[in-house]
């Protein structure tokens, strides 16, 4: 690990203050110390948010919660609140990491988790992500983890979180703090596809700082989240599936749907969801928008079997999700 220089914010105002090139914010540390042992990150500044009181669960007068980006990921998936309004959130949170990393990782940290990309962390490999210019070993190599949607020639990883996928289904927004003051981000405008610079990964400006996530009220209906993985703990998506979905009079009033494993963000079709709206569940509507999920997938080689997977793990979430309604 190489030499930094070590801050200790006292409050928010001074994080971002001194925020910038070269330096990063740390917090539980899970994904951030392993990468500067490894030494694909090394920033030269290290600013310890830890003491900044961003650790409440608020609830909002419009029904609505405010998530503090410090809330550790297990106080955030027992608390009562997110398991009985959100409960897609608390069982994707459960679903991720082990049960001492859940105690640590932060939200914030959790939404800026980087890829987990075998190359990303061979700094002997060829990676645009890691070193813009030089390459994307994976798109030749070993990729059976990595992406088949929202790739790019210069970048096939994919966005490990399991978090991410449940608040973009639930339309969650992301409050930023910077120089310039406070602002809200959609989560789902809050990542950036890699296009030509993977390196690029969100849209925060140099300094900025996440201080929370916002929950719209409770979106009711039927929560599912199921996640296909290599083993049943302690392994990341190779597909992940989060819906939200009523029924009434046998007809599918309103669905949301996010993936996971498949593409460098969490990924929404809005076009799934329209195709099924306002139709009765049947397995033929469900094939119907697995096709449309998945016209534009692309395998690389090792991780073609993740279209037709990702095709039966939606048609089984959706019959799950309208389980007695399905013709």
């Known amino acids: 690990m190489k030499s930094f220089d070590y801050i200790r914010a ?23 110390l392993d990468l500067m042992k490894l030494e694909v990150m090394a920033p030269d500044t290290l600013i ?6 961003l650790d409440q669960i608020e609830e909002l007068d419009n029904g609505g919660l405010r998530i503090g980006a410090l809330v550790p990921n297990a106080d955030l998936a027992a608390d009562m609140r ?8 608390s069982r994707a949170l459960l679903a991720g990491a082990s049960g001492q990393l859940r105690n640590k990782a932060t939200t914030g940290g959790n939404l800026l988790q980087r890829t987990r990309c075998y190359y990303f962390y061979d700094t002997a490999a060829p ?19 990595l992406g088949v949607l929202g790739t790019s020639d210069h970048c096939i990883a994919t966005h490990p979180s399991d978090m991410a996928v449940a608040m973009q289904v639930l339309d969650a927004e992301v409050e930023i703090e910077g ?3 406070t602002r809200r981000v959609e ?3 809050f990542y950036r596809l890699p296009g030509d610079t993977p390196h690029i990964e969100t849209v925060l400006a140099e300094g900025e700082l996440i201080t929370a996530v916002i929950l719209p009220p409770a979106p009711g209906g039927k929560h599912v989240y199921q996640k296909v993985r290599d083993r049943a703990s302690y392994a990341f998506a190779l597909v992940s ?41 049947s397995e033929a509507l469900f ?27 939606l048609v089984s979430v959706l019959g799950e999700a309208t389980k007695g309604a399905a013709a």
């Open 82 to 89: 997110v398991r009985r309004g959100w409960p897609v959130l």
């Open 10 to 32: 006292t409050s928010v105002a001074e994080a971002v203050q001194a925020g910038g090139t070269g330096a990063r914010y740390i917090a539980g540390g899970t994904n951030l």
């Open 187 to 189: 989560l789902d405008e």
């Open 241 to 281: 599936v989060a819906c939200v979905a009523k029924v009434e009079g046998g007809v599918l009033e309103d669905i949301s749907l996010a993936f996971g494993g498949l593409a460098p963000k969490p990924w929404r079709n809005r076009a799934v969801e329209d195709l099924l709206k306002g139709q009765a569940p």
């Open 48 to 53: 310890d948010i830890t003491r900044l009181g």
């Open 127 to 145: 990676c645009n992500k890691r070193e813009p210019g030089s390459g994307c070993a994976a798109m030749e190599g070993f990729n059976r983890i």
């Open 287 to 313: 094939e119907q928008a697995a096709e449309t999920l998945l016209a534009e997938a692309k395998g690389h080689g090792s991780n073609d079997f993740k279209i037709p997977l990702t095709r039966r793990t």
């Open 179 to 181: 120089k310039d003051g």
